[in-house]
């Protein structure tokens, strides 16, 4: 340990700071979740998320329909 915090005192300052957003990045890695590859958890996480109910659904799909029959006010 002291040989790192030697060579770390011989870096200088924009160096040093480097080395400690490395370390950082490197334990964000380490903590950063790994996947488990299980899909059917995935998807249930994702079909949660949303609280859109079919009404909704059908009357954004209804109005997009309209869309382009609105007209621009002329100036």
């Known amino acids: 340990m002291n040989d790192l915090i030697q060579t770390y005192n011989q870096l200088s300052d ?4 480097q080395l400690v957003a490395f370390a950082n990045l490197l334990l964000l890695k380490q903590k950063a979740k790994k996947p488990t590859g299980n899909l059917a958890d995935w ?7 949303s609280t ?7 009357a954004l799909e209804q ?3 309209h869309l382009n ?6 100036w």
Do not use: L, M, T
């Open 63 to 65: 109005n997009a329909k």
């Open 69 to 74: 029959a609105w007209r621009v006010q002329g």
């Open 14 to 17: 924009v160096q040093q700071k």
């Open 52 to 58: 859109w109910s079919e009404e909704d659904i059908e």
């Open 43 to 49: 998807k249930e996480k994702i079909a949660n998320v």
